[in-house]
């Protein structure tokens, strides 16, 4: 009995520093200003290339944008900047003006209201 518990013990360590040193990614949810299925393939695309970010899925029904990502390398406040750096709002970061004016007609605030 006493070295059944001496067995979890041990097992429950080495999950545990398995863990530590593997971070897992985390996932946050953004309200971005998207429009269409255009925006979709431009917000998808250039989050690609920005770091520590694994995947992107945006909803083009309701302009909502998951990231996957890894917390060591990057976090929320850098992932909304990177989403304004595209040319879209995300949550209460605006849009750089320069990329949004470079923007398809239809990818406009609005275009299809
Ligand atoms: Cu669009």
Redesign the pocket.
């Known amino acids: 009995m006493k070295n059944l518990g001496l067995l979890l013990i041990f097992v429950l360590a080495t999950v545990f520093s398995a863990n530590a040193f593997a971070a897992e990614n985390e996932t946050i949810k953004i309200q971005t200003s998207?429009?269409?299925d255009?925006?979709k393939e431009t917000i998808e695309k250039g989050m690609a290339f920005v770091k520590g970010v694994k995947k992107t899925s945006l909803d083009v029904e309701s302009s909502v944008l998951t990231v996957e990502y890894n917390p060591n390398k990057t976090n929320p406040d850098e992932i909304r900047k990177a989403v304004a750096a595209i040319g879209y709002d995300a949550d209460d970061v605006v849009a750089e003006t320069e990329a949004y004016n470079n923007l398809?007609k239809?990818?406009k605030k609005g275009a299809h209201k």
Do not use: E, I, L, V
């Open positions: 998207s429009q269409c255009m925006c398809n239809c990818c």
